[in-house]
């Protein structure tokens, strides 16, 4: 090939590439567009639905008109929740209190949920607490704690409701993990082993539930604008509040696109891709510059 004929063939594809991803992007959103109306009637169950993502999570899917079970600890709130949504949206939503770490109340939520509306299409394993401190300083009943309702509820849930997904040959399971289960934090060890956990029990059970028509979606938000802040198990500890971040409005659309094109994991934002794609290339590197995280995050 001649440096004539490369020079042509670098402004035929700098001409055609712009074309080929304008047109996948209308693809990709008619597609979409297409398949979002099958979430109408669909029955969707979400934890830790009572603030921040999981009432973003409630909001989002009775707007695209999905019958919602609201799972959390606080009944007043999602009681409350449950009837602005039917209001609003004109749905179909109840609340059930539950606390996700108590196995009895995990599968008595999926009972219920089940009894009210005979099938889940939906689990969105959201429920989660934080903790924020060295790990030599740290309380280990709040490790516990944080292993119970992070990786043990999405366990207790996701176990008492797959019976019912095989029988139908279908259904879909969201486990609400971090960016902090594909590179932890200092400070943040025993959340981080939380989403860790939760990372490896999604990739394993995807994998054992394919050939029954379930598909395991795992969604990685950076620090979001939620309550979880207010809410650590030592919040004394932080620096900062709950208004950094992204939206949990932001969190709600993308896990309802990645659910609608069926994606295995999909981490969010574009910062914390390549900040993963650096981690994977030169973890060395990414451990220095986390060894200043700390003095930005807690107090001394």
């Keep these: 090939m001649t440096e004539r004929d490369l020079k042509k063939t670098l402004i035929g594809l700098s001409t055609l590439l712009p074309v080929a991803l304008g047109s996948y992007i209308l693809y990709k959103g008619k597609t979409r567009k297409v398949r979002r109306e099958s979430l109408r009637g669909q029955v969707v169950v979400i934890t830790g639905a009572s603030t921040g993502i999981g009432k973003s999570y409630a909001i989002a899917f ?37 606390d996700v770490s108590i196995e009895e109340e995990a599968r008595r939520l999926i009972d219920k949920s089940i009894e009210h509306f005979g099938h889940i299409d939906i689990l969105i394993n959201n429920a989660g607490i934080a903790s924020y401190s060295y790990f030599q300083d740290s309380n280990l009943d709040d490790h516990k704690k944080m292993m119970d309702v992070n990786y043990w509820g999405t366990v207790y849930c996701t176990h008492a409701a797959i019976p019912s997904m095989i029988k139908r040959n279908k259904g879909r399971i969201v486990n609400i ?36 028509n379930i598909g395991i979606t795992v969604i990685c938000p950076t620090t979001t604008r939620t309550e979880i802040v207010n809410n650590a198990l030592e919040k004394d500890n ?60 807690i107090k001394d």
């Excluded at 009681?79 to 059930?96: F, N, P, R, S, T």
């Design 62 to 98: 009775a707007k695209e008109g999905a019958k919602i079970v609201l799972a959390a600890r606080s009944v007043d709130k999602i009681e409350q929740l449950a009837k602005e949504l039917g209001v609003l949206y004109h749905v179909d939503a109840i609340a059930i209190q539950t």
């Design 177 to 212: 993990s971090s960016v902090l289960g594909k590179r932890a934090m200092p400070i943040m060890a025993g959340y981080s082993a939380t989403k860790y956990a939760m990372q490896g029990f999604s990739d394993s059970l995807r994998v054992e539930l394919k050939k029954y």
């Design 238 to 297: 932080i620096k900062f509040g709950s208004n950094i971040g992204m939206s949990s409005d932001r969190v709600a659309k993308e896990t309802i696109n990645a659910i609608l094109d069926n994606k295995r994991e999909h981490i969010i934002g574009i910062g914390e891709n390549i900040g993963l794609i650096i981690n994977n290339s030169f973890p060395s590197l990414v451990d220095t510059v986390l060894t200043m995280a700390p003095k930005f995050m």
